[in-house]
Each structure stands twice: as structure tokens, then as C-alpha cells.
């Protein structure tokens, strides 16, 4: 699988939990990996007074399901090796964001794929 890493704004000066950042983005990157065919798309946006990470697969999206639960605790779809996926990838996410005045936001994109979108306040 290949990966694809983009940045806007890279000159951009932030004052963020560098920790909280790369937890909430290693986890969205396995989680894209795991379900992507061919490969992972990761963005980073500087803007005014937040950044947001966007992380997209080719594989084939959220259910209708797991769009409305993914970020639930312990929700793991069609994914039962509970050896393998434990249900609280997204959750983690969601709640950092949610203590540094941001937010996750599910998708399937536009030609496919999942979408995920976490936003910190700077």
C-alpha cells in the first residue's frame, strides 16, 4: 500500500500537544491502512485558529452503520479479532480533538473510501 502525505500552511507557528497529535494520527493512518486496497492519503491543515487532519483510503467506506457509531467506544463493525481491533481507535481520537477545542467528523468520500477529519484549536 502506498501513502501520500500532503501539508498547507507548513510555516504555519502552532502550540499543540505534539503527543496528542501523532497518537490521533497514527491511529487514523492504521485505521485507513487496514481497510485500504491500494493506498492512504493523509493532510494536514494549518488555518487561522485550527488545524485539521484528514486522513482518506481507497478501501470501501463506512457502512451507514458505521458512520453514525465508528467513533462510539468499543465499535468495531465487521471486525471481531478482538486481537487486532479493540473499538476505541476513533473514540481516542474524538475525545483529544474534543479537549483541545476540536472535533472528528466521519465520511465516505466522494469516489469512495473512508474519510476521517480531526480538527484541533490552536
Known amino acids: 500500500k ?3 502525505f ?3 500552511n507548513a510555516n504555519a507557528e502552532i502550540n499543540l500537544d505534539a503527543h496528542v497529535v501523532m497518537q490521533v494520527f497514527e491511529n487514523l493512518v ?23 487532519i484528514t486522513v482518506t ?7 451507514e452503520e458505521a458512520l453514525d457509531k465508528a467513533a462510539l467506544p468499543f ?3 465487521d471486525m471481531w479479532d478482538a486481537t487486532e481491533h479493540r473499538g476505541l ?3 481516542v481520537c474524538k475525545v483529544l480533538s474534543e479537549i483541545h477545542d ?3 467528523q466521519v465520511e465516505n468520500g466522494p469516489h469512495g473510501g473512508g474519510c476521517v477529519t480531526v480538527s484541533f484549536g490552536l
Open 57 to 63: 483510503d481507497d478501501g470501501p467506506g463506512f457502512s
Open 6 to 8: 500532503s501539508i498547507e
Open 30 to 52: 492504521a485505521n485507513a491502512a487496514r481497510y485500504a486496497t491500494h493506498q492512504v492519503n493523509a493532510r494536514y491543515v494549518i488555518r487561522g485558529d485550527s488545524m485539521h
Open 102 to 104: 476540536g472535533s472528528l
Open 2 to 4: 502506498s501513502f501520500v
Open 75 to 77: 465499535y468495531r463493525g
Open 89 to 91: 481507535g476513533l473514540y
